[in-house]
Each structure stands twice: as C-alpha cells, then as structure tokens.
Nanobody, 121 residues
Framework: QLQLVESGGGLVQPGESLRLSCAAS????????MGWFRQVPGKEREGVSC????????NYTNSVKGRFTISRDNAKNTVYLQMGSLKPEDSAIYYC??????????????WGQGTQVTVSS
C-alpha cells in the first residue's frame, strides 16, 4: 500500500521552531519531487515548498522564504520541512505530496493525511 505519513506537528509559541517529517512506504521517493502544502479551514490548499528528486532544486512560497527549509533523505525515504520563526499565520494542516517529475504544485500523485501545526501564545 502506497502511503505518505507526516509527523512532527504540534502546538508551539510564536518564534519557535518545528520540524515536520514525511515518510513514504510502499514506494520509493527517489524519482519524485516532494512538496509541502498547508490548508486552513475555508481556504484553498497552498503550496508551501517543493524539492526535486535530487534535492538540487527547491522553491518556497514568499511568506516562508528565509524561515522554512525543505530537505530530503532518499536513503530514509523521508522528506522534511524545518520551520523556524513561526508565526500565528503559519497555523494550518500541513500535507506532504509526491509529484512524479519536476516540482509542480498542480500535479500531485500522492498525498499524505496531514499534520496539524498551531502557532499560538
């Protein structure tokens, strides 16, 4: 069974950090670009960051540039999102996604189930 499982979400205070992980099972991530999305109730899911299959290309939505870092460990079949200087507006359900090919937020092949991130004092 093909699965992406996120972990690492939680409740933190503004300014703190979290690291999200996304582990794949049932398939290898070696040939997939991997993305992180987030969604709050009543809003569309937003592409946050993407990394290509080699790890040589990354992109970020403007609101997280300089604060978030995406990385991957193909040997562990896992992708990470290091989130720093968190703000209340970063609160959302975060999803990881696999794309067969180049980074493309509109061409997701597999979704994880999501992990909640809440930033609040």
């Amino acid at each position: 069974q093909l699965q992406l499982v996120e972990s690492g979400g939680g409740l933190v205070q503004p300014g703190e950090s979290l690291r999200l992980s996304c582990a794949a099972s049932g398939f290898t991530l070696d040939y997939y670009s991997m993305g992180w999305f987030r969604q709050v109730p009543g809003k569309e899911r937003e592409g946050v960051s993407c990394i290509d299959s080699s790890g040589g290309f990354t992109n970020y939505t403007n609101s997280v540039k300089g604060r978030f870092t995406i990385s991957r460990d193909n040997a562990k079949n896992t992708v990470y999102l290091q989130m720093g200087s968190l703000k209340p507006e970063d609160s959302a359900i975060y999803y990881c996604a696999a794309v067969a090919g180049v980074c493309d937020y509109g061409a997701v092949d597999y979704w994880g189930q999501g992990t909640q991130v809440t930033v609040s004092s």
